[in-house]
């Protein structure tokens, strides 16, 4: 059982690192700030999943040392910060979208 779940981490952090990938050269590329800003805000999200799985991850490969105990907790705390605010930003950009098109009719 514990094999099953490392591989489905590893799956996992291979998935959102490939798609933070995706938004952050999509949000480069973006001419309209709305845009941009809701792609860096998935991104944001993305990148804060693949902190927290890269925690988890660390949980099943190693076991016992304070060090490590104190660092997985530090990247669960930090990609949790990162899913909080980028979901946050995507909220406010999705308010300034549908706020703008009410106001273009």
């Known amino acids: 059982m514990i094999i099953i779940i490392k591989y489905l981490l590893f799956i996992l952090l291979a998935v959102f690192s490939i798609n933070a990938a995706i938004f952050s050269i999509a949000s ?3 001419v309209d ?6 792609k860096r805000s998935i991104m944001n999200v993305l990148m804060g999943a693949m902190l927290v799985d ?6 099943f490969l190693f076991h016992g040392s304070t060090l ?6 530090i990247f669960i705390i930090i990609g949790l ?3 909080f605010s980028g979901l946050r930003s995507n909220g406010y950009y999705n308010r300034i979208k549908s706020g ?3 106001n273009r009719s």
Do not use: H, W, Y
């Open 68 to 73: 490590g105990i104190v660092v997985e907790a």
């Open 81 to 83: 910060f990162n899913i």
């Open 28 to 30: 480069r590329r973006a």
């Open 54 to 59: 890269l925690a988890l991850m660390a949980m």
């Open 100 to 102: 703008s098109s009410a």
């Open 33 to 38: 700030p709305l845009v941009k800003g809701q």
